[in-house]
């Protein structure tokens, strides 16, 4: 039977598998300096990048919720997978054959949930989408044909197609290894009376995949008049597929969502191939269900969404200009301000969905479609006021009223004040004066009923904010150590330098004492160098060594943490010397004038005791060579160390 994986190929795993490239699979990164890069952490929600990534050290930390680790952390948090797991996912990317050893983690069934139902999926999409060019499968392909998609699209995509007997695919999965409690769980097969049956049968199949390109559930289109299922049936809710955490298409737009700072949000499969084959690649759909806040927390890491941002992205919906369109493009509007970037809406003018629209005008007509957005709010308040007649004191006055309060929900003030100048003109009221009025008291009670809310319940549970390091011993009274605080700062740059460019301070830092380091959590780093060989013996298990000295999470935590902080903004090798240098002295510096000051108080009370002159005078001599010493650290800086 096989065991645990052999320790070499963890490690070559690890060295293999760059963790920018991995980190990037879930959310845009962007230079941060020093090296290092940053982006907007997928732990928690925050409106301003503080998630870093090292890729010198393969190290990521979150200096808001403070998550951090290797490659291999990361993808165990972010895809909930037991570390084997996550081995064997980077391995097979890595194209490298893990060794198995007695008394650990094996291979087959006894591999984790998680991956067997994305093999198990793996395995079915291709079964699908080679069950396209069967002779049953003509009625899906001249569905397809019908809305201008040919076989270079329908693979592109991987469209397949689910025969309409019972159980094609169960017994094609069980061939395969997979076990009946699998196939249920997985959501491909359903309980029928006799065992398991398939749950798509004679429709054609959509691959529905995660942001890292795994597939994890399925759409499937009814094509048969006696199909008398719903429309589009997809994937129940299972271990590895929440559809309120899923958009359709999004491994195939990230990277020119992250490049062009824009996403294209669509309601169907159709509508997003037909948008990527219009050349609009930026295009995703929501997979049975309405556009909400877990989708709104993937595209904005996707779009590296942030009120700090140089420039704001763009967010654009398109939605049919019917009825039910127009009443899920207002939805999107309770979603808007959770995004700094702008959000548009594209409505057809002749009500056509972007797949008939490319079908009926061409591809220009769809990309003409997505650049003729309307901004969200004007979208609203039109939208609004068309259900109104505006041709009455009331019905203006009712128009108003109903307007108001979408508007009052802007945050950004000036922008309020805007729209309430256009509100006025588009419910065709002449005293804008009084509209901006309305809409300011109805902002700020608004404001006193979440304050008063906030009083009244439980505080909710808030993102962190970037804060102090927990410190790894317990601290007994008084107040709580700040280690970012000046008092402490000196030595934190000389532990991230040790960390982080060891030969730098080599070999004078081995030669530091623990008590040079005043903050408990840092003398405690300071140890553990020492544990892991020093910075003279720093090697490429150097870090892993020191992160393996830890004596818990929470000092493995801040270890990432000094791993991964920026040392200075600029790599220029001479810049990176001087600092090093620096903190070296302003540390000894520190330490020689807390020892003098100790020796002053000590040679006081000798002097004041009859029968120690002896002891006073020792004490003296100490006090004027460490006084010389001094002089010496401020004068010639390092050449005295």
Same mark, same amino acid.
């Given at each position: 039977m096989a065991g645990r994986i052999n320790d070499e190929d963890v490690k070559a795993v690890r060295d293999a598998v760059p963790i920018d490239a991995v980190v990037s699979e879930y959310l845009q990164l962007r230079p941060a300096g020093g090296g290092n890069l940053k982006g907007l952490c997928p732990f928690h929600d925050e409106k301003s990048p503080s998630f870093q990534v090292s890729p010198s050290k393969g190290l990521f930390h979150c200096f808001g919720c403070?998550? @951090?680790g290797d490659t291999l952390t990361f993808v165990m948090k972010i895809e909930h997978l037991s $570390?084997?797991?996550?081995v064997e996912r980077l391995a097979a990317q890595a194209g490298i054959t893990l060794r198995y050893e007695q008394g650990g983690y094996g291979l087959g069934r006894q591999q984790g949930e998680r991956t067997r139902l994305i093999e198990a999926h793996r395995v079915a999409a291709q079964y699908y989408a080679e069950q396209l060019a069967s002779p049953e499968a003509e009625i899906g392909r001249r569905? !397809?044909?019908?809305r201008g998609f040919d076989q270079a699209a329908a693979q592109h995509f991987g469209v397949g197609y689910a025969p309409a007997g019972w159980d094609h695919v169960v017994r094609f999965l069980r061939g395969r290894g997979f076990t009946d409690k699998e196939l249920i769980q997985s959501g491909i097969a359903q309980d029928g009376r006799r065992g398991p049956i398939d749950r798509f049968r004679g429709r054609l199949i959509w691959p529905i995949r995660d942001i890292t390109g795994e597939v994890i559930g399925f759409g499937a289109r009814r094509l048969r008049d006696d199909d008398n299922g719903p429309k589009y049936l997809n994937t129940p809710e299972t271990p590895i597929y929440r559809k309120s955490q899923v958009l359709y298409g999004v491994d195939l737009a990230k990277r020119d969502i992250a490049k062009s700072n824009r996403a294209v949000v669509v309601e169907g499969y159709t509508d997003v191939m037909a948008c990527h084959l219009a050349g609009v690649t930026t295009a995703i759909a929501t997979c049975g269900t309405a556009f909400g806040g877990e989708h709104v927390k993937i595209l904005r890491r996707v779009l590296l969404d942030n009120s700090d941002a140089h420039s704001a992205g763009e967010v654009v919906f398109t939605f049919d200009g019917d009825a039910?369109?127009?009443?899920?493009? !207002?939805?999107? $509007?309770?979603d808007d301000q959770k995004f700094a970037a702008r959000t548009s809406i594209a409505v057809s003018p002749d009500n056509m969905d972007p797949c008939e629209l490319r079908l009926a005008k061409g591809d220009e007509a769809v990309r003409e479609l997505i650049e003729s957005g309307t901004p969200l709010f004007e979208f609203a308040m039109r939208s609004i006021a068309a259900r109104h007649n505006l041709e009455t004191v009331e019905g203006r006055s009712a128009a108003l009223e109903h307007a108001a309060p979408l508007i009052a929900q802007i945050k950004d003030p000036s922008i309020r004040?805007?729209?309430?100048? =256009? !509100?006025? @003109?588009?419910? @065709?009221?002449?005293?804008? =004066?009084?509209v901006i009025r309305r809409i300011g008291q109805l902002a700020r009670w608004g404001r006193e009923r979440q304050r008063a809310g906030a009083a009244a319940g439980p505080q909710p549970s808030a993102a962190p904010t970037p804060a102090p390091t927990p410190a790894p011993p317990a601290q007994r009274g008084g107040p709580p150590l700040n280690l970012r605080s000046p008092a402490y700062v000196q030595e934190r740059e000389l532990?991230?330098?040790?960390?982080? $460019?060891p030969e730098l301070v080599a070999p004078t830092f081995d030669a530091y004492g623990v008590d040079e380091f005043t903050?408990?959590?840092y003398a405690l780093i300071r140890s553990l160098i020492a544990e892991a060989g020093g910075v003279t013996a720093a090697d490429d298990g150097y870090l892993e060594r020191l992160r393996d000295a830890a004596p818990d999470d929470t000092v493995r935590v801040m270890i990432n943490e000094l791993a991964v902080e920026s040392v200075v903004a600029s790599r220029r090798q001479r810049e990176l010397d001087r600092l090093a240098g620096h903190y070296l002295v302003e540390v000894r510096l520190a330490a020689v004038n807390r020892r003098i000051q100790d020796l002053e108080s000590s040679a006081r009370r000798a002097e004041a005791q009859s029968g120690n002159a002896q002891a006073a005078a020792d004490i003296r001599q100490e006090l004027?060579? !460490?006084?010389?010493?001094?002089?010496?650290?401020r004068e010639r800086g390092t050449a005295a160390l």
């Open positions: 403070q998550e @951090g $570390f084997a797991e996550s569905f !397809l044909g019908e039910a369109g127009q009443k899920a493009a !207002l939805r999107a $509007f309770e004040h805007d729209y309430g100048v =256009r !509100l006025a @003109g588009i419910v @065709g009221n002449p005293d804008e =004066r009084f532990l991230k330098f040790a960390i982080q $460019f903050a408990p959590p004027w060579t !460490l006084v010389q010493y001094r002089t010496a650290l």
